[in-house]
């Protein structure tokens, strides 16, 4: 299964002043073209159920499943919306065997930080937006030390930037 991360962030480094807030309101319109671009490309994304609550429905034309302690709590809709409170790899394995190939994680800083951590992270496309913060959500929790390597460089829309990593993955 390969697992693309799509994340945005601020020059400083957060992808959020507070959890609450939806990246929708500080990110430019060529970074969300980019996010729905490569999310109906990939056809299903996987996110926290706290960035699912920012953008409070679900993705048209996408799978979208939502990381949550409590599924029981929510409505699941065939082939459009999916609650889980499953591990990383246990969610990859079933999607796997419904004959999906890819993923893209989409959010937040606790599920980047669980599939970063496990080593199931290919590639990250971070947009770097230029705005500072000064504090707020960092990228990832948990995860540890995480080594890259820059595939390219994009400037998207007027001002930001487009950064393509590859993953080192853990033991390779």
């Known amino acids: 299964m390969h697992v693309t ?4 962030m601020s020059a400083d480094g957060f992808i959020a002043q507070e959890a609450s807030q939806s990246s929708m309101v500080w ?12 999310t ?8 926290g159920r706290k960035t699912f609550e920012t953008f409070g429905k679900p993705l048209k034309n996408r799978l979208l499943v939502v990381m949550t302690s409590e599924p029981a709590k929510y409505t699941s809709q065939p082939d459009l919306l999916e609650f889980t409170s499953n591990e990383p790899a246990k969610i990859l394995a079933d999607l796997e065997k419904r004959g999906k190939s890819s993923v893209v994680l989409g959010g937040g800083a606790g599920v980047y930080g669980m599939f970063l951590k496990a080593g199931l992270v290919d590639e990250l496309y971070l947009t770097v937006e230029p705005i500072i913060f000064s504090a707020g959500v960092k990228l990832a929790e948990n995860c ?8 390219d460089t994009v400037k998207l829309g007027g001002q930001a930037a487009l950064l393509h990593f590859r993953i080192n993955k853990k033991g390779s």
Request: charged share 35%; proline share 0%.
């Open 5 to 8: 991360m799509i994340a945005a």
């Open 27 to 38: 990110t430019s319109e060529a970074d969300r073209k980019f996010f729905i671009d490569k």
């Open 40 to 47: 109906k490309e990939i056809g299903t994304v996987i996110m």
């Open 144 to 151: 540890g030390r995480v080594d890259m390597e820059l595939i």
